[in-house]
C-alpha cells in the first residue's frame, strides 16, 4: 500500500506527512475536514473526486481558504436547513441565510434570501440574492438590523452592503 499514500493504482497522493484521523474531525458538526499543505481545496477536491468520492459516495465543499468538509453523500448545509425548517414549520422561502464560502452555496440557493459577505468566494457573491459587509464590519448585524427595519416599516437603507 506504500504508506497508505496510494488511493488507486497509478496515481498517487502527494508525499506529505498525515496526521491521526481525530485531528481532521470537527467535533462541533461530526465530520472529517480535510486540509493539504500542497494542494488548494479545489485541486485536493478534484484529487478525492478522481478516486472515487463523488455525488453517490459522499458530498465534497470547499469549506475555508484550505479546508474541504467531506459528508455523507447528498448531505449539505440545504439539507440540514431543510430538516431544521420542517421541525419549526417553516417554508425556506421565508427564511434568510449567510455565507462566504462554497460550502454555503447550496443553502444560500434554497433559501427565499441568500446573503454573501462582501469578502465571500466569489462563486459564493455570484450565487447570493445580496451582498453585505464583511464579519470585521459587522455585515452580519448591520444587514439584520437594516431588515427590521425595512419590514416593520422604517424607511432606512435597504438590506445590502454599508455606504461607502
Same mark, same amino acid.
Request: glycine share 10%; no cysteine; charged share 30%.
Given at each position: +500500500? #506504500?504508506?497508505?499514500?496510494? *488511493?488507486?493504482?497509478?496515481?498517487?497522493? !502527494?508525499?506529505?506527512?498525515?496526521?491521526?484521523?481525530? @485531528?481532521?474531525? #470537527? !467535533?462541533?458538526?461530526?465530520? /472529517?475536514? *480535510?486540509c493539504h499543505p500542497d494542494l488548494t481545496p479545489g485541486e485536493l477536491v478534484d484529487l478525492l473526486s478522481t478516486h472515487g468520492l463523488g455525488p453517490t459516495t459522499a458530498t465534497l465543499t470547499i469549506a475555508g481558504t484550505t479546508i474541504v468538509d467531506i459528508a455523507p453523500a447528498g448531505i449539505d448545509k440545504a439539507s440540514g436547513? *431543510?430538516?431544521? *425548517? @420542517?421541525?419549526?414549520?417553516?417554508?425556506?422561502? #421565508?427564511?434568510?441565510?449567510?455565507?462566504?464560502? /462554497?460550502?454555503?452555496? !447550496? +443553502?444560500l440557493t434554497l433559501v427565499g434570501h441568500g446573503v454573501a459577505m462582501d469578502n465571500a468566494h466569489p462563486d459564493v457573491l455570484a450565487a447570493a440574492t445580496s451582498v453585505t459587509d464583511g464579519v470585521e464590519d459587522d455585515g452580519f448585524s448591520r444587514f439584520v438590523d437594516r431588515l427590521v427595519d425595512v419590514r416593520s416599516g422604517y424607511a432606512g437603507a435597504p438590506p445590502g452592503p454599508s455606504p461607502g
Open positions: +500500500m #506504500d504508506g497508505g499514500r496510494r *488511493l488507486v493504482t497509478g496515481q498517487r497522493l !502527494p508525499r506529505t506527512t498525515w496526521r491521526r484521523r481525530q @485531528d481532521f474531525v #470537527d !467535533p462541533e458538526k461530526g465530520e /472529517p475536514s *480535510l436547513v *431543510l430538516r431544521a *425548517l @420542517d421541525v419549526v414549520g417553516v417554508a425556506a422561502e #421565508d427564511t434568510v441565510a449567510f455565507g462566504d464560502m /462554497p460550502v454555503d452555496i !447550496p +443553502m
